[in-house]
């Protein structure tokens, strides 16, 4: 047996033993949203624009239970939705959960990524969150997702970051070291692994850093064990993200929490290093915002966009664009209407008057001009708004 096949059989084993995520299986739809995993409102992200059509095929590699899955059908009506998993065991709980929920526009299959060739078709949106870094071959994973892409397709990916995960990482090999020939055992290893927990001063880096971050998650046996006992993980800083995605051979669109990327955050009150950043390459400037702020608790993982050309992208600059595009409420948004409200990311936003009657009136057949015209808005006020994904803008 190869190393590879022995890795993914361990994995599965692992899942199979801990199905993941071990979210409760509800006979409703899952509350609240992810906008990644709303079709229009990541279209939107990503290009500035509505997408044209709804009616879309959505891949999410490696499903695990389905959590994920259950959402993208639910956040897209019109969309057809297809799981693969290698653990029998997880997929078994995914099918139960999206049944029970009546997320019924998807199917499930036993594969692995390395696998995916197996299906019929591409894909306009294809999810993969938490499972690239588990695999034996990540670029063989992402090419092999890659080629299912559809030309101006998305693809969504989280894959964990080592500067946020070192003490995940010094726990894990405790852990490994302790077990010794039951490696392997998981229910053998997360007992090892509460025993040093609950035996480490309340000082210690490690405890602090889990109760920190993790507690809430790793109650559940079934977290722990996919944080602290599983048998393969690599983790990522920028440097060897982009070597990722660049093997890829998809262009990269962007992070997902641009916020984090900005460095004037850190540096902006030195305008002499902040120029002195501008002569580095974008990539570069990714690498010195993560290493002066390591312990931010975004960098334990990265997540961000890929895309099959052509993808459009609109900054709406052009005046007479902006006057004649239709705008639409950003359906990942909370508390509307409301002039308080909470963003696509859950951030509170607040409205102003003429902001919140501009959006009472945008209802996907007004433009921007014929809205504005009884309104003191002017087209910066409705780029911001553009720019804060809180209305998605089409053209005509």
């Known amino acids: 047996m190869s190393d590879s096949q022995s890795i993914s059989n361990a994995v599965a084993k692992l899942y199979n033993t801990y ?18 995993w709303k079709w229009s409102s990541a279209y939107n992200f990503c290009t500035g624009q509505k997408p044209d ?7 999410d590699a490696g499903c695990g239970t389905g959590v994920g899955t259950e959402y993208l059908v639910h956040l897209n009506p019109e969309a057809s ?15 139960e959960r999206c049944q029970r929920s009546g997320a019924n526009r998807v199917e499930f299959h036993h594969l692995s990524l390395f696998d995916v060739e197996q299906l019929e ?7 993969c969150v938490g499972v ?12 092999a997702l890659a080629k299912k892409l559809a030309p ?36 053998d290893g997360v007992q090892v692994g509460r025993q040093i927990f609950a035996s480490l001063p309340e000082s210690n880096r490690i405890l ?3 109760k920190q971050l993790w507690a809430l998650e790793n109650h559940k046996d079934e977290n722990f064990a996919d944080m602290y006992v599983h048998p393969q993980e690599i983790d990522y800083n920028s440097e060897t993200l982009f070597e990722l995605v660049d093997a890829s051979g998809l262009e990269f669109v962007g992070f997902s929490n641009p916020g984090y990327w900005n460095l004037e955050r850190i540096l902006g009150q030195n305008p002499e290093l902040m120029e002195r950043a501008a002569n580095l390459s974008e990539r570069q400037r990714y690498r010195l915002v993560e290493i002066l702020d390591p312990d931010n608790p975004e960098i334990t993982h990265y997540e961000f966009f890929l895309s099959r050309p052509p993808l459009p992208h609109t900054n709406w600059s052009d005046e007479q664009a902006l006057l004649g595009a239709t705008p639409e409420i950003n359906p990942c948004i909370d508390g509307f209407p409301s002039k308080c409200i909470f963003d696509y990311n ?16 945008c209802n996907g057949s007004l433009t921007v001009e014929e809205i504005i015209k009884d309104l003191e808005l002017g087209l910066p006020e409705i780029r911001k708004l553009q720019q804060q994904q809180l209305i998605m803008l089409s053209g005509n």
């Open 152 to 187: 101006g397709g998305l693809f969504h990916i989280f894959v964990y970051g080592e500067l946020g995960r070192r003490e995940i990482q010094f726990m894990q090999e405790a852990i490994a070291m302790l077990q010794g020939k039951k490696r392997g055992d998981y229910r």
């Open 346 to 361: 859950y951030q509170v936003v607040k409205l102003s008057d003429e902001e919140f009657k501009f959006m009472q009136a």
């Open 19 to 36: 199905p993941f995520p071990p979210e409760p299986l509800l006979d409703e739809p899952p509350p609240g949203y992810n906008w990644r």
């Open 81 to 95: 939705v297809v799981g693969i998993d290698l653990s029998e065991g997880a997929l078994e709980v995914a099918k």
């Open 132 to 143: 690239l870094h588990h695999t034996p071959d990540p670029i063989r994973g992402i090419q």
């Open 121 to 127: 078709g591409e894909f306009d949106l294809i999810n």
């Open 53 to 59: 059509r709804e009616n879309i095929r959505i891949l």
């Open 208 to 210: 602090q850093r889990d």
